[in-house]
């Protein structure tokens, strides 16, 4: 099976930028997506297509995937972007997620 | 106005069985990639179930011959039927819409497997 690695937590300081990675074999060479979950709450997409946004996501959030990692970068990042945040990329008729990791804005 | 909307989960003993169904609206489910993801708690998210028209269903190894997925054109729903529930088959289940990527979720229905 394909397996997704995330850091279990970032922390960034409000207006920072948020950098989160999400490592796999060859990675590149597939689309990644990534999902905001805040506590309570279901998922929302924030990047699919590596670095495509879908309509109504701040413009602050981008990606990029190349090699055997894909990054999410959140610019300027506001106590509003504090959540969980999940990788995705799709594998032999499969779904894969990476673990997940917790974004703190101190 | 894409919506999702799950229901049928609750309280089940574990070795039992649970049917829960997601209603869609604003979309056909016959022309497009449905999923199923769960939450349990404390833990990440995880991919269990796909289906797209009339294909061939997909399971992640942890459900497949415990876990049905199925559609019904007529009523634009997506059902899981589970059997042989376990105590760690207790989750937040999401229905979504999408394979590559999935662009809406519904708001989840918790099924607890306890006895």
């Known amino acids: 099976s394909y397996d997704l690695s995330q850091p279990p937590s970032v922390s960034v300081s409000p207006g920072q930028t948020a950098s989160i990675t999400c490592s796999g074999d060859k990675l590149g060479d597939k689309y990644v997506c990534w999902y905001q979950k805040r506590s309570g709450q279901s998922p929302v997409l924030v990047i699919y297509k590596d670095n495509k946004r879908p309509s109504g996501i701040p413009e602050r959030f981008s990606g990029s995937n190349s090699g055997n990692t894909a990054t999410l970068t959140i610019s300027g990042t506001q106590a509003m972007d504090e959540a969980d945040y999940y990788c995705q990329a799709w594998d032999s008729s499969t779904v894969v997620f990476g673990g997940g990791t917790k974004l703190t804005v101190l | 106005e894409v919506q999702l909307v799950e229901s049928g989960g609750g309280l089940v003993q574990p070795g039992g069985s649970m049917r829960i169904s997601c209603a869609a609206s604003g979309f056909n489910v016959s022309g497009n990639y449905m999923s199923w993801v769960r939450q349990a708690p404390g833990k990440g998210l995880e991919w269990i179930s796909l289906?797209?028209?009339?294909?061939?269903?997909y399971y992640a190894y942890s459900v497949k011959g415990r876990f049905t997925i199925s559609r019904d054109i007529s009523k634009n729903t997506v059902s899981l039927q589970m059997s042989s529930l376990r105590d760690d088959d207790t989750a937040v289940y999401y229905c979504?819409?999408?394979?590559?990527?999935?662009?809406?979720w519904g708001q989840g229905t918790l099924v607890t497997v306890s006895s």
């Open positions: 979504a819409r999408g394979d590559t990527s999935l662009d809406y």
């Open positions: 289906i797209f028209g009339g294909g061939t269903p």
